[in-house]
T-cell receptor
Framework: ETGVTQSPTHLIKTRGQQVTLRCSSQSGHNTVSWYQQALGQGPQFIFQYYREEENGRGNFPPRFSGLQFPNYSSELNVNALELDDSALYLC?????????????FGPGTRLTVL | AQSVTQLDSHVSVSEGTPVLLRCNYSSSYSPSLFWYVQHPNKGLQLLLKYTSAATLVKGINGFEAEFKKSETSFHLTKPSAHMSDAAEYFCVVTPFPYGQNFVFGPGTRLSVLP
């Protein structure tokens, strides 16, 4: 069984640019959540997709957007990058969107904004 | 708003001695609670979860946690620390009785001394 995978592993961008991060969910999972983890902090919820629809959003501006595809893989897009967007971006998949379902995390994408 | 407090930012123990990582939560209902571990440059791994079944939950690698509603606590314990336990530990609460907006605590860094 393949776990959650994310690409790329590392990324360096400059302020104002746009970035797309990708996530492949674990087999059999229809729900993907994205988190931002700044250095030395716990992850913060960005949004969740359930069966291709946004199913909840954290306190992030609209320049953070996402997609989920029919195979349940997902993208996180960030426009107009700011220095504070530098962080580890984590994707997690789960077999459903109920609060008791375990989320399985990928290794993350380290984004550096210069 | 739901929140998680991890009472110690850093805990240091000697190998072979007990581990106690403390977590308190606030929630307007009886939430699901999780403990995740993050080793350096690795993704988040589930240690254990509580979902309103038995209040004493056993997890992987000898860890366990007890849900105490009266104290709004979910402390993580292990009888005997191993060098490989050195990592960052996150307590997580689901703030709503639906959906999966995980709320992470700030984390506790566990150091294990030889």
């Amino acid at each position: 069984e393949t776990g959650v995978t994310q690409s790329p592993t590392h990324l360096i961008k400059t302020r104002g640019q746009q970035v797309t991060l990708r996530c492949s969910s674990q087999s059999g999972h229809n729900t993907v959540s994205w988190y931002q983890q700044a250095l030395g902090q716990g992850p913060q919820f960005i949004f969740q997709y359930y069966r291709e629809e946004e199913n909840g959003r954290g306190n992030f501006p609209p320049r953070f957007s996402g997609l989920q595809f029919p195979n349940y893989s997902s993208e996180l897009n960030v426009n107009a990058l700011e220095l504070d967007d530098s962080a580890l971006y984590l994707c997690a998949s789960s077999p459903g969107a109920q609060e008791s379902h375990t989320q399985y995390f990928g290794p993350g994408t380290r984004l550096t904004v210069l | 708003a739901q929140s998680v407090t991890q009472l110690d930012s850093h805990v240091s123990v000697s190998e072979g001695t007990p581990v106690l990582l403390r977590c308190n939560y606030s929630s307007s209902y009886s939430p699901s609670l999780f403990w995740y571990v993050q080793h350096p440059n690795k993704g988040l791994q589930l240690l254990l979860k509580y979902t309103s079944a038995a209040t004493l939950v056993k997890g992987i690698n000898g860890f366990e946690a007890e849900f105490k509603k009266s104290e709004t606590s979910f402390h993580l314990t292990k009888p005997s620390a191993h060098m490989s336990d050195a990592a960052e530990y996150f307590c997580v609460v689901t703030p709503f009785p639906y959906g999966q907006n995980f709320v992470f605590g700030p984390g506790t860094r566990l150091s294990v001394l030889p």
